[in-house]
């Protein structure tokens, strides 16, 4: 590419073929990025739920009051986390201990998304912020299979 650039310097070919391979380079990371997802997370039978850090504490976007709340999910399904931090100026990060699950630092705003595998029925998980595990911790329950 640098010898057609080069032989081309300046002309209206080499902006063009500059401008493609850039845009080329955006467009796989783009795929590579959005392909990253499993097929559980992209499944419709994924159990999916939204935790937000707000504060100094873990909540639920469909219960924003409860704090620390215990989630209960259905056995035997791929569970997809949203985890939002909507904390004005702290940092927190997700971690669910008995897995391999320990998100990077987000700062206020963003968001990532984090996976489980199917987990059998009456397995109790405990997630929590490792910044501020005293104040963020809360509980996924999987509903035993009565």
């Given at each position: 590419m640098t010898v057609i650039y080069k032989a081309c310097r300046g002309s209206r070919l080499a902006k063009t073929i500059m401008g493609l391979a850039s845009l080329s380079v955006i467009l796989f990371a783009w795929v590579m990025v959005s392909g990253h997802l499993s097929s559980a997370a992209q499944s419709s039978d994924?159990?999916?739920l939204t935790i937000v850090a707000r504060g100094m504490a873990f909540y639920r976007a469909e219960q924003p009051e409860t704090a620390n709340p215990s989630v209960t999910v259905?056995?035997?399904q791929p569970i997809v986390?949203?985890?939002?931090?909507?904390?004005?100026?702290?940092r927190h990060q997700l971690t669910i201990q008995g897995t391999d699950i320990a998100t990077r630092v987000l700062g206020p705003g963003e968001s990532i998304l984090v996976r489980l595998p199917p987990l059998s029925p009456g397995h109790d998980l405990t997630y929590l912020c490792s910044l501020h595990p005293v104040t963020m911790e809360g509980t996924i329950r999987v509903k035993s299979s009565d």
């Open positions: 994924a159990v999916r259905s056995p035997n986390i949203r985890f939002i931090n909507r904390s004005s100026g702290s």
